[in-house]
């Protein structure tokens, strides 16, 4: 079962939030549009990640698409930060949207919290885009687990 669970392919994105002057980002892959009207996506957050605390109903993130080459942003953003670490330090970043935007990523989604559930040992975010853009001509990065019982 471990092994054909994990050949369900995902994407690689970094989710950023920011809440007051504080903001962070983290690395996701359990992420899938699932509505065209209103345009909104499924994110799947691990159960007890301090940033889950600013992702409640209505809080604004973006999402980050990832080009195929970026293995850089998966070293940066896989070891993950705590709330006051300087996630962003060395990269480039726009500030002026709803969270820091990586200006070398692919693409990048704005999106509001619409509804959030318990499912296991993650909990699954609902974002209705309010924004995107394409930012480059590459493609998203894909990712496939060995095992679909841890990362």
């Not at 809440?19 to 065209?36: I, P, Y």
Request: proline share 5%; net charge negative; hydrophobic share 45%.
């Amino acid at each position: 079962m471990a092994g054909a669970l994990g050949r369900i392919p995902s994407g690689l994105f970094v989710l950023t939030a920011r809440r007051g002057e504080a903001e962070t980002g983290m690395l996701v892959s359990w992420v899938q549009q699932c509505s065209f009207q209103p345009p909104r996506l499924s994110v799947a957050l691990q159960s007890g990640r301090p940033v889950g605390d600013w992702l409640t109903e209505g809080a604004c993130f973006a999402l980050n698409i990832l080009d195929d080459t970026q293995t850089d942003m998966i070293v940066h953003f896989g070891k993950g930060f705590d709330l006051g670490d300087p996630a962003f330090a060395g990269l480039e970043v726009d500030r002026a949207a709803v969270a820091p935007i990586l200006t070398e990523a692919l693409a990048f989604l704005e999106c509001r919290v619409v509804a959030r559930w318990p499912a296991g040992d993650h909990d699954l975010l609902i974002g209705e885009v309010q924004a995107g853009r394409l930012l480059g001509d590459g493609h998203p990065m894909v990712h496939v687990r060995k095992s679909g019982l841890h990362y």
